[in-house]
């Protein structure tokens, strides 16, 4: 599996690598021809920073998808000053490039060869885009071309990485391009008729909002999964709480997962508290629960149940006997160990009750009760197994 993912990447590679020296090649050719025109070096400089800026804001479309606005921006580059300009513009905006599991090679060659083509649309023909027509027929063509050259990159990539072509990306590409081709006639006709200052007080603002949107948005995402994560566990020791088990059981349970329950109480838990304090009783749950999330694997989730007992849920678990070994070492853990505090060493053991499930969440809390009473009645310090 991971052998072929290698194939897959490596091969992704390639055609990233042949598409940079595509454009490349084409940007030679342009310069050496005498065509590329640079009027405005410092409105290009401006642009390519902005297209930079745009690539860091980037929308989540999915897991490994993403969409920002360095496209407009770059064909814009392309309008204003040449082929050359828009390859520039394309592989600078690039610097900035983090997405997961993505290739800043691949971004840079499709956004280089997108500018490229929309450079020569202008240049070539010697299109002009002094009047409103003009201007919105430049507009859509150098955008109609960059989609173009972005679905073949895409096809391209799916075919040799042998996966699906990205349709969310190719819609979400396809139907800005309407609106990108009327903003990039504006600033285009704008730049023509009263210098580069509107594409300046616009671009700006623009990209200020966008960046303080996204910091407002990641902090509102931030503090809700601090609401969130506050609201699912306990306060004292960090342990899920039973909000928490009632949802992660009723997902285990609609997904047909095998699960299983360990209830576990502290023996003689109020003397602790007698005899050493409160906060000596505090440190305790909270060790306990470090040294139950310490034995616990990947998934697993250790929940305060109350008072000094704990629920652990299992999942991928096997049969009754992985269960009760599984149970024995959790017990173990906990009262294997004195805990230390303040220089005082504190015994503390512990019971266990554990149970699988057989149809529903409360038949499983039941069983896995009952073996936790069994064992607490048949002398404490031992675990019990329904």
Request: aromatic share 6%.
């Amino acid at each position: 599996m991971a052998t072929a993912a290698a194939a897959r990447s490596h091969r992704a590679t390639l055609v990233a690598g042949f598409l940079a020296l595509l454009a490349c090649a084409a940007v030679a050719g342009v310069v050496v021809a005498g065509e590329t025109t640079l009027e405005q070096p410092w409105l290009i400089v401006f642009l390519a920073i902005a297209a930079t800026v745009a690539v860091t804001q980037s929308v989540d479309l999915g897991s490994d998808t993403q969409f920002d606005g360095a496209q407009p921006i770059t064909i814009l580059a392309a309008i204003l000053g040449g082929p050359l300009a828009g390859a520039g513009t394309g592989v600078v905006s690039t610097i900035f490039y983090s997405r997961p599991g993505g290739s800043r090679l691949t971004y840079g060659s499709i956004r280089a060869l997108q500018g490229l083509v929309a450079g020569v649309i202008v240049v070539g023909p010697a299109l002009h885009y002094d009047t409103t027509a003009s201007a919105l027929g430049v507009g859509i063509a150098t955008e109609a071309a960059a989609i173009v050259v972005m679905l073949f990159a895409t096809v391209l990539l799916a075919v040799v990485a042998h996966r699906p072509a990205d349709r969310t990306l190719a819609l979400w590409n396809s139907a800005a391009a309407l609106l990108a081709g009327l903003l990039i006639a504006g600033l285009a006709l704008a730049n023509v008729h009263a210098g580069a200052g509107p594409v300046v007080l616009v671009l700006v603002p623009v990209l200020l909002g966008v960046i303080a949107t996204r910091v407002f948005r990641e902090r509102w995402r931030t503090r809700h999964a601090e609401s969130e994560a506050r609201a699912n566990r306990d306060p004292l020791t960090g342990a899920y709480n039973r909000r928490w088990f009632e949802t992660a059981i009723a997902a285990e349970i609609a997904s047909g997962n095998s699960i299983g329950l360990v209830l576990i109480d502290l023996d003689h838990f109020k003397n602790v508290n007698d005899g050493h304090g409160h906060a000596a009783g505090d440190a305790v749950l909270l060790e306990t629960v470090q040294r139950l999330v310490s034995g616990v694997r990947a998934g697993d989730g250790v929940v305060r149940w109350g008072g000094e007992e704990f629920a652990i849920l299992l999942r991928q678990l096997g049969d009754d006997a992985d269960l009760a070994v599984r149970a024995e070492q959790l017990r173990r853990m906990v009262g294997d160990r004195p805990f230390e505090f303040e220089g005082a060493s504190i015994a503390v053991t512990a019971s266990a009750g554990a149970a699988t499930l057989a149809s529903d969440a409360d038949s499983l809390v039941r069983a896995a009760d009952a073996a936790l009473y069994d064992a607490k009645r048949t002398g404490r310090n031992r675990a019990v197994l329904v």
